[in-house]
T-cell receptor, first 118, second 109 residues
């Protein structure tokens, strides 16, 4: 199967600091990865599409200067929450599509990272 | 813009019942539809993937159908068990990947 990992699984940080979250595809390569956030009892909201070797594509309303995305290799994407505030506290999940033949993408999700900003 | 809805929002049933969860989407131009389960505080587990050209997929006690023309998919869970308790999310892949709000299922022993 296809496995996606995230690190850390949870993090607590102080307001004003920056936090980096890693998303790795362990047994397949992903030129594209997706970052989502999820508030309690709500569904996942796509934040941005991470593209290997090029700039990320952000969804409307997502601040690109606040949520920095770097897709450094075919197996690693990072999301950095800069100058975090309590309202950034959320569950962040990444996914990577496995292309078994266009358009047959199946999304594999990481276990998520719970961020709490105090 | 694609919109995905799920009915019911929550469901509580006794163990052993057969269940139907519904998912609707507004734009039928999709490549596939995927059903996931999410346990509290956890990530997503993929259950079934239905290609746009397919009508249904089955995995164990789960069966998912897709009617692309009407923008509907159903997830059928047979002989429900307490371990099935979770939130079930459907997501459609078209121009991008859009999730429904989920159905919170509780199966009581």
């Amino acid at each position: 199967g296809a496995v996606v990992s995230q690190h850390p699984s949870w993090v607590i940080c102080k307001s004003g600091t920056s936090v980096k979250i890693e998303c790795r595809s362990l047994d397949f390569q992903a030129t594209t990865m997706f970052w989502y956030r999820q508030f309690p009892k709500q569904s996942l909201m796509l934040m941005a599409t991470s593209n290997e070797g090029s700039k990320a594509t952000y969804e409307q309303g997502v601040e690109k200067d606040k949520f920095l995305i770097n897709h450094a290799s075919l197996t690693l994407s990072t999301l950095t929450v800069t100058s975090a505030h309590p309202e950034d506290s959320s569950f962040y999940i990444c996914s990577a599509p496995l292309n078994r033949g266009r358009p047959s993408y199946e999304q594999y999700f990481g276990p998520g990272t719970r961020l709490t900003v105090t | 813009k694609q919109e995905v809805t799920q009915i019911p929002a929550a469901l509580s049933v006794p163990e052993g019942e057969n269940l139907v969860l519904n998912c609707s989407f507004t734009d039928s131009a999709i490549y596939n539809l995927q059903w996931f389960r999410q346990d509290p505080g956890k990530g997503l587990t993929s259950l079934l993937l239905i290609q746009s050209s397919q009508r249904e997929q089955t995995s164990g006690r789960l069966n998912a159908s897709l009617d692309k023309s009407s923008g509907r998919s159903t997830l059928y869970i047979a002989a429900s068990q307490p371990g099935d308790s979770a939130t079930y999310l459907c997501a459609v892949y078209g121009q991008n990947f859009v999730f429904g709000p989920g159905t919170r299922l509780s199966v009581l022993p």
